[in-house]
T-cell receptor
Framework: DAEITQSPRHKITETGRQVTLACHQT?????MFWYRQDLGHGLRLIHY???????NKGEVSDGYSVSRSNTEDLPLTLESAASSQTSVYFC?????????????FGQGTRLTVV | AQKITQTQPGMFVQEKEAVTLDCTYD???????LFWYKQPSSGEMIFLIY??????QNATEGRYSLNFQKARKSANLVISASQLGDSAMYFC???????????????FGGGTRLMVKP
């Protein structure tokens, strides 16, 4: 069965370190998204991508970067982790262009920056 | 300005009663889509229902229905016959294309926590 997986599920890192969260989907979807979820803020869009080599900033992109070198993967990098980036991160993928299907979500990554 | 607004941070409903969760949105894309997701305490995101901007009829999926009022830009979720397992966070989301962008953006509201009382 097709799926979307995130790794790691939990991560503790120190302030100032570079951290990369992985997202891999086997749906062959063009659209991929990264969100962060904090209490009181719902899911806020960090970056999104329509396809290979395409990346776009969301509403909370400062301090984050993504790259899309293939259809399956959209890794999220925190260039220099800050305590304000402690959060739960969700990756999602969808194929809105072909049919109006929902976005499928990974299980989430809980990141703690100490 | 917020693209998706959910004005009810928390709601209680009696088991077996119906409940409406509010969602308003703002977009300039004429071909947008609206979703509702459920997030139980375990954390996963569960798709509930979808409404396209050109759909003539309100979407329904089992006990879930979407009250789509296009002119008012509202897409409220109605849950009939609430069950204890419906206690969760509920998110409204919107798919839209921004001018000059090839892909779709998917943005979420702040969520409503629904608590079902026995």
């Amino acid at each position: 069965d097709a799926e979307i997986t995130q790794s790691p599920r939990h991560k503790i890192t120190e302030t100032g370190r570079q951290v990369t969260l992985a997202c891999h989907q086997t749906w062959n979807h063009n659209n991929m998204f990264w969100y962060r979820q904090d209490l009181g803020h719902g899911l806020r869009l960090i970056h999104y991508s329509y396809g290979v080599q395409d990346t776009n900033k969301g509403e909370v992109s400062d301090g984050y970067s993504v790259s899309r070198s293939n259809t399956e993967d959209l890794p999220l990098t925190l260039e220099s982790a800050a305590s304000s980036q402690t959060s739960v991160y969700f990756c999602a993928s969808s194929e809105f262009g072909r049919s109006n299907t929902e976005a499928f979500f990974g299980q989430g990554t809980r990141l703690t920056v100490v | 300005a917020q693209k998706i607004t959910q004005t009810q941070p928390g709601m209680f409903v009696q088991e077996k009663e119906a409940v409406t969760l509010d969602c308003t949105y703002d977009t300039s894309d004429p071909s947008y889509g609206l979703f509702w997701y459920k997030q139980p305490s375990s954390g996963e995101m569960i798709f509930l229902i979808y409404q396209g901007s050109y759909d003539q009829q309100n979407a329904t999926e089992g006990r879930y229905s979407l009250n789509f009022q296009k002119a008012r830009k509202s897409a409220n979720l109605v849950i009939s016959a609430s069950q204890l397992g419906d206690s969760a966070m509920y998110f409204c989301a919107m798919r839209e294309k921004l001018l000059g962008n090839a892909g779709n953006m998917l943005t979420f509201g702040g969520g409503t926590r629904l608590m079902v009382k026995p």
